[in-house]
């Protein structure tokens, strides 16, 4: 039970959303509160989980995760549904349990500084989190998928952690230094799309892959991935961060052997599982590099 309700999460997923947040709350680490980090984390995990869970039931009810029953682990969504473990209904609660305890933290938040724009700012957030798979929006089937998991792991989350500590937003500074993490994890995203290109065609899902086409995946893939190294360096030139970060380009050899996969092998699910995991590999060491080079 324990191991099924975790596959529902896709809590391993979970850095996803960790990494850029505390990135975000390290950026002016002489600021640094432990009790407004703890509560902006469990705000930004819980609303991630909530997320995922929501995306499970949407997609459950468009029957685009019906098309294929097979559960691979890191695109497909989790098939609980689809293997009768768990009921869409069980979903739906448990998503609304998890945004309201993210809420709940939040409100908290928002007393702690003294204003309104932590309940506004997640309000947003909740709504694109909600809509990103679910009617009416789906932005996720309206070739806004991207754009919205770029804009919620990306900037939502470095610059609300640097909020949280320093009072400023908006800010020119955290906005560009979330560009990577959003950059990485649309890359996740659109590793993914691949494989489920067909079933998402069939239940008329319209994202990047579907405007590329397979075929042509790995070029749109690379270009992420590459705009990923040219914001870094930019960072260092503009004095953001430190020399010491350069180092996550020897790490692009991971993005570099997954963009391959998805040339060569674009129909075998199987073969892109390790496309997945590269890209995901890719973002947790280099968000991980990120963070140490604030700390040094």
């Not at 293997?83 to 305890?101: D, N, P, R, T």
């Not at 928002?110 to 932005?139: D, E, N, R, W």
């Amino acid at each position: 039970m324990i191991k099924n309700y975790i596959r529902a999460l896709r809590l391993p997923f979970v850095t996803a959303s960790i990494l850029p947040f505390v990135f975000g709350s390290l950026i002016e680490k002489y600021y640094f509160t432990w009790g407004s980090f703890l509560l902006g984390l469990v705000a930004a995990v819980s609303t991630h989980l909530g997320a995922n869970l929501i995306n499970d039931y949407a997609d459950s009810k468009s029957g685009v995760d019906s098309k294929d029953k097979t559960f691979y682990g890191f695109f497909g969504g989790s098939k609980l549904i689809q293997e009768g473990v768990f009921s869409a209904k069980f979903y739906l609660m448990h998503s609304i349990i998890y945004f309201c305890l993210a809420l709940f933290c939040v409100i908290i938040l928002a007393f702690i500084l003294k204003s309104v724009l932590p309940i506004c700012c997640f309000l947003v957030i909740c709504f694109l989190g909600f809509t990103y798979s679910h009617k009416p929006f789906q932005f996720a089937y309206n070739y806004l998928g991207e754009i919205i998991i770029f804009l919620l792991f990306g900037p939502a989350l470095v610059m609300g952690g640097y909020y949280i500590q320093t009072g400023i937003f908006p800010d020119i500074k955290s906005f560009l230094l979330s560009v990577p993490f959003g950059l990485m994890i649309m890359a996740i995203l659109f590793a993914n799309e691949v494989p489920d290109y067909n079933e998402d065609c069939a239940a008329r899902k319209f994202n990047w892959v579907r405007m590329c086409g397979p075929k042509n995946a790995h070029w749109v893939y690379s270009t992420i991935t590459s705009l990923t190294i040219y914001f870094i360096i930019l960072n260092v030139f503009l004095g953001y961060l430190n020399f010491l970060v350069l180092a996550v380009i020897f790490l692009y050899f991971l993005p570099a052997k997954a963009a391959l996969i998805l040339k060569k092998e674009y129909a075998n699910k199987v073969a892109l599982v390790q496309s997945s995991k590269l890209t995901i590999a890719f973002q947790n060491v280099s968000g991980l590099i990120l963070i140490l080079s604030l700390l040094f």
